[in-house]
């Protein structure tokens, strides 16, 4: 793969060195940093220090959320892209990058597709190096070396989790050995998950359900357990995915928002995980993406007719999670509607809005879900039904699993929108994608359901096979 291991190495070492000195607020908030550490450090000397070695992990967290200027992998890029792709976002003044995504004609040279995999890769080598230094240190008790790694551990299952939503089967990489990596084949889309699984699984014995810092800002094991509720629905694994959701909607450090506009705030009590905002401008990426600079301006993307046509009559999200531009256009008004969950552009606006990774409302309807497609229908039905009343809908009722699956595949297309690409996973895994896509874009094509390997990867390592 083109990352070209032997530089990227390097680089990476570099950053992780870099990132000692660079103890920001939100770096703080993430995981308490002795003050004052040096910056002056060998490569040697990273993981021989406590103060190092903490502030290595906490560069691992800062890759979540920072802009979009570049594709960062964690920063909104699984939000915008899929939602271009699926049937949430169309080009609105972006008429440069957006209408590849938008029209589903990727090519194999496309430059953003290749900053996503090779920013992805980046961030995973980067866990892998701290997660080989951390294993090989005596810097710190066996404890919070366990604490670490398993933490290390959720935050790499949760890159290749999209990942293979993007790719299918991509390259496992663990090493941080240029010679053991730079030739890597494609796994398949099940090892792929087993890899994920493990990962999980590891983490799982090792976490607990106190929260390692203040705040719900680094993983715990109800995040763990979100992620694999996640997962074991994508697999099939209904009752699995009901066991895994439960043990997180069962704790009390969870609980719906009554507001919609509370939802995405610092302390939210809906968050599982949540990272604080970090930006040096604004205070998350979506929100400086989405919201235009005006009301009266164009927005980058805007909301989709089947997105909007989805809302029922009596929604609150509409009202409170979407914005709406009024735009001159020759004399005649058009009005657009974009994604306002996310409502701060700048950096200093208060109350503040952090970044949500894994909220409980989405477990809710995962457990929903899995217990529809074990006919389970009225437990199913109440999971449902609690997500609609906070959006001021009413109950459905139904003794019917298919009705029931239907509703609860609707209720995700609006409670999710626009967070994380759920709505292409969700259409991919369904195995719904051909026809909900082959029937609002004309040219869909089923092949479509995969971004292109980058061409740089293909021709830096032989053994990297292309997508259809």
């Known amino acids: 793969m083109s990352m070209h291991y032997n530089r990227l190495q390097l680089n990476i070492y570099f950053l992780v060195i870099l990132s000692i000195g660079c103890f920001t607020t939100s770096c703080r908030k993430l995981i308490e940093i002795p003050a004052d550490p040096s910056n002056q450090l060998s490569n040697e000397r990273v993981f021989a220090d406590s103060a190092n070695i903490i502030a290595a992990v906490s560069a691992v967290y800062s890759n979540y959320g920072a802009s979009l200027n570049v594709p960062e992998f964690g920063s909104g890029v699984m939000t915008v892209f899929t939602g271009l792709t699926s049937d949430e976002l169309v080009p609105g003044s972006d008429m440069y990058v957006a209408p590849s995504f938008f029209n589903n004609n990727i090519l194999q040279d496309n430059q953003t597709v290749a900053s996503i ?31 670490l790694i398993a933490e290390l551990k959720v935050s790499r299952a949760f890159y290749y989790y999209h990942m293979v939503n993007l790719w299918g089967g991509v390259p496992i990489i663990t090493s941080v050995d240029y010679a053991a990596t730079r030739n890597v084949p494609r796994a398949s889309i099940t090892e792929v998950f087993n890899f994920i699984l493990t990962d999980l699984n590891d983490a799982a014995r090792i976490l607990t359900p106190d929260y390692p810092s203040e705040g719900h800002t680094r993983p715990n094991l109800h995040v763990v357990q979100a992620l694999l509720a996640k997962v074991y629905l994508y697999l099939g694994q209904y009752e699995d995915a009901v066991n895994a959701a439960s043990e997180v909607i069962a704790s009390p450090d969870y609980n719906l928002e009554d507001h919609l506009d509370d939802v ?23 929100a400086a993406t989405f919201i235009p600079y005006t009301s009266n301006y164009l927005p980058n993307y805007t909301l989709s007719p089947q997105l909007l046509a989805a809302f029922e009559a009596d929604d609150q999200r509409m009202v409170h999670w979407t914005g709406v531009s009024e735009v001159d256009e020759g004399g005649t008004i058009f009005t657009y509607y974009y994604p306002y969950k996310y409502k701060n552009t700048s950096e200093a606006q208060t109350p503040r809005e952090d970044y949500m990774i894994l909220r409980l409302a989405d477990i809710y309807l995962v457990r929903a879900e899995a217990l529809a497609r074990l006919d389970r229908i009225s437990a199913s039905l109440e999971d449902l039904n609690k997500v609609r009343y906070r959006a001021g809908l009413g109950d459905v009722e139904t003794n019917s699993g298919e009705i029931a699956l239907d509703a609860i595949l609707h209720e995700r297309q609006v409670e999710m929108f626009c967070e994380w690409g759920n709505r292409w996973i969700d259409l991919k895994r369904t195995g719904k994608i051909d026809e909900v896509l082959g029937a609002v874009k004309p040219g869909w094509k089923a092949n479509a359901a995969l971004f292109p390997i980058p061409v740089a990867e293909l021709q830096a390592n032989p053994f990297l096979e292309p997508n259809p």
């Open 117 to 147: 995999w090779s920013n992805a890769y980046k961030n995973i080598f980067q866990i892998n190096i701290c997660l080989k230094g951390i294993e090989g240190t005596k810097a710190i008790s066996d404890g919070l070396k366990s604490l």
């Open 264 to 286: 995405f705030l610092g302390g939210s009590t809906e968050a599982i995980w949540q990272l604080p905002a970090n930006g040096s401008y604004q205070q998350t990426p979506e």
